[in-house]
């Protein structure tokens, strides 16, 4: 389980913090030969509950930041256990984000051994605030770190909002995705996205890959990167 007592924060915050009982898993993101991995996603795993009623909890009281804190600090300490020498990517509240003293803290606190090595990703819930954004973008790119729109094609993150957020990645929402080797509408759609990435200087990750079908006509077509439990799942 993951411990907060002993890091340099606000008392309200670590009292919050301390009051949550979570684990997390990794799943790899991998580059297009389907073995060699680019990133690691740290997934939390509340051990009383689901991810998604913890999620709720704390939305409903409107204290997301809490679970803010508790993803960058809770992920990074449990990548810098594992060990892993790949990227490893976080998610983040498209509506929050680190407090200045607090993002001091996680930098010192974790050092240049993370520069260049965290992708951020913005979730596609429960809002998107251009202000948290641009703070965000400030902050992570200042380590050399990378910005990623998640579930691309549902929530809030579509073409117009990655416009806007002009991230490093795109990860692609596995219902755009799902039976793609037989869709010709889908094929038609994702060769486009793609296409129109690419001219954007994006990466772009197909998310939630099942089959070997899809994953081979995905190669195929020119995605860089894939997440999925034809690949992987989550340890």
């Known amino acids: 389980m993951i411990y907060y007592d002993h890091l340099p924060l606000d ?7 301390g009051e949550l009982s ?13 073995k060699t991995i680019y990133a690691w996603e ?3 795993r509340p051990t009383d509950r689901t991810v998604m009623e913890l999620i709720n909890e704390y939305m409903d009281a ?10 960058l600090f809770g992920a990074m300490q449990a990548y810098t256990l594992r060990g892993y020498e790949e990227r490893v990517s976080v998610n983040s509240f498209p509506n929050d984000c680190l407090r200045q003293d607090e993002s001091d803290v996680f930098w010192e606190y974790f050092g240049d051994s993370i520069r260049g090595r965290m992708i951020v990703e913005n979730l596609e819930y429960p809002y998107f605030s251009y202000e948290i954004w641009k703070e965000k973008c400030r902050s992570v790119r200042s380590m050399d770190n990378l910005l990623a729109a ?9 073409m117009e909002r990655v416009d806007v957020m002009k991230p490093d990645i795109v990860k692609i929402d596995r219902e755009l995705i ?15 996205l793609v296409e129109e990435f690419h001219s954007k200087d994006i990466l772009v990750v197909a998310e939630g890959v099942e089959e070997k079908e899809e994953f081979e006509y995905l190669v195929d077509l020119g995605m860089d990167l894939f997440q999925g439990f034809y690949l992987a799942r989550p340890a």
Do not use: C
Not at 150 to 158: A, Q, T
Not at 183 to 192: G, H
């Open 11 to 17: 008392k309200e915050i670590l009292d919050a913090l």
């Open 22 to 34: 979570i684990n997390y898993v990794f799943q790899p993101i991998f580059r297009p030969d389907g």
């Open 42 to 44: 740290a997934l939390m």
């Open 62 to 71: 409107d204290n997301l930041h809490v679970l803010e804190v508790a993803t």
């Open 150 to 158: 998640d579930d691309f094609g549902s929530g809030i993150n579509d």
């Open 178 to 192: 799902a039976g793609i080797d037989h869709d010709p509408e889908k094929q038609d759609n994702i060769a486009r």
